[in-house]
C-alpha cells in the first residue's frame, strides 16, 4: 500500500503564498536544498494542483534551475508527476499526467495498489482536500521565519479540526524549521 506525504512552506504567520500568490519571501539554503534533493531520491511520485504545477513546470526544466540546483532541478524533471486540474488540457513538463474528476477518490483507490509513494507539493486547497478525506499519512510542513501581512493560510476551508501527532522537527542554520507530523487516529490519542 502507497503512502502519501504532503510537503509545504509557509510563513510564521501560517501563510502558503501572499495575496497575490507571490512566495517570493521562501528562500531555500544548502540544507533546505539537500531535504529537497533527499526527497527526491525517494522516487516518489509528485502530486501537484494546477497552479502549483504551472509555477514549478515554469521554473524546474530551465537551464536556470539546472545551473542553480542541478540536483533537484534534475529529479524534479524526470520524478513522475500528476496534476489534478479540470481547465489543463496538456502537460508539456516530462512525465506529467493530468487527473480529473473526483481526485480524492482517485488517490484513494491508487494508495491501495502497490508501487511508489506520492508526495503533494504545496497545492493548498488539494491539500486541505485530501487532509480532510483523511488521505494524507505525513505533514512535512517547512516555517521560514518570516510574517507576510496577508495571503492564504494553509489548511483554508478545512471543514473540521486536524489533530496531528509530532514525530520530529528539523533546524535550519537560515531559521528555517522542518516539523514532520502524522495524523492522529482519533482526538484522543496521543
Known amino acids: 500500500m502507497r503512502k502519501l506525504s504532503s510537503f509545504t512552506f509557509i510563513t510564521l504567520n501560517g501563510f502558503m503564498h501572499d495575496q497575490h500568490g507571490d512566495i517570493g519571501w521562501h528562500q531555500h539554503g544548502a540544507e533546505e536544498n539537500q531535504v529537497a534533493a533527499d526527497g527526491l531520491g525517494a522516487a516518489n511520485i509528485l502530486l501537484f494542483g494546477r497552479k502549483t504545477w504551472e509555477m514549478m513546470a515554469s521554473y524546474w526544466p530551465t537551464p536556470m534551475a539546472l545551473e542553480n540546483d542541478p540536483t533537484v532541478a534534475a529529479g524534479m524533471n524526470k520524478a513522475e508527476k500528476l496534476v489534478f486540474s479540470s481547465t489543463l488540457q496538456e502537460a508539456a513538463w516530462e512525465n506529467t499526467t493530468i487527473v480529473n474528476g473526483d481526485i480524492a477518490e482517485k488517490i484513494r483507490l491508487l494508495k491501495q495498489t502497490p508501487g511508489n509513494n506520492m508526495t503533494l507539493l504545496g497545492s493548498g486547497n488539494i491539500l486541505s482536500q485530501f487532509a480532510a478525506k483523511g488521505l494524507i499519512d505525513d505533514y512535512l510542513i517547512m516555517i521560514d521565519p518570516v510574517a507576510i501581512g496577508t495571503g492564504t493560510p494553509i489548511f483554508k476551508g478545512i471543514p473540521k479540526q486536524l489533530n496531528l501527532n509530532l ?22 490519542e496521543k
Open 167 to 188: 514525530k520530529s522537527v528539523q533546524t535550519f542554520k537560515s531559521g528555517v524549521v522542518l516539523l514532520h507530523y502524522t495524523p492522529k487516529k482519533n482526538p484522543d
